[in-house]
């Protein structure tokens, strides 16, 4: 598939980016500066190595470019990000990975006033099909292509089609995809990631993360 990470700049982006380009998918960066999106893809490419190329290039450019879009940015940016990306996700599989943190306290579960972010991307872009996954993932696992992630993903969303793509992108990034229903659900699997980040401090954990047993 052609991937655009919107934010693939960051952390999470660019790690589930350089991670899909390794399982042979065309993945183009998106930053809302292009020069920083290209400068970033270059770097990706070269840690990649074998003559696979990661692309950059601005938000809404990558987002048209794309079959499955990824929107991979802070919660502060998310809904400014969805109104200049908008025209490039009709009819398409949007993956939301933002989290909604507590401004004041990043360690105390915050529901925006949405239900949740993946809900609130879905309202702002009613012709896309909104996936939430990969909230739960550390950044610290993503770029070791050689490491085994010790992490399940729950994947939500009301279209079922939609969500098997999310689900495939799952186990091309190495993970076991979990179907967690539908996107109402995204609210649960959204604040799971302060109470990991808790555990981590607490705990004194890198990169805690969430596995299903029992099946």
């Excluded at 934010?7 to 920083?36: F, M, N």
């Excluded at 990706?44 to 990824?70: F, H, P, T, Y």
């Excluded at 109402?184 to 705990?203: F, M, Q, S």
């Amino acid at each position: 598939m052609k991937i655009a990470v919107i934010g693939g700049t960051g952390k999470e982006g660019s790690g589930l980016a350089l991670r899909w380009a390794h399982a042979g998918h065309e993945v183009i960066i998106g930053s809302r500066d292009a020069e920083k999106a290209q400068r970033v893809a270059e770097e990706l490419s070269l840690a990649l190595g074998n003559g696979k190329r990661i692309l950059g290039a601005d938000n809404l450019s990558a987002a048209l470019q794309a079959e499955v879009v990824v929107l991979s940015v802070p919660y502060a940016a998310h809904s400014d990000t969805i109104a200049a990306i908008r025209s490039g996700l009709s009819g398409k599989v949007v993956v939301d990975v933002t989290v909604p943190l507590n401004p004041n306290d990043y360690l105390r579960v915050f529901v925006p006033p949405g239900g949740s972010a993946a809900k609130e991307a879905q309202a702002a872009a009613p012709e896309a099909r909104v996936v939430a996954a990969f909230q739960n993932i550390s950044a610290t696992h993503l770029k070791k292509l050689d490491a085994t992630i010790d992490c399940d993903v729950l994947v939500c969303a009301d279209d079922d089609e939609a969500k098997q793509v999310g689900m495939q992108l799952v186990a091309d990034a190495g993970m076991k995809a979990w179907d967690a229903g539908p996107l109402d659900n995204a609210v649960v699997v959204e604040g799971l990631t302060p109470i990991l980040l808790g555990i981590n401090k607490r705990h004194k954990v890198k990169g805690a993360g969430i596995r299903i047993t029992g099946a």
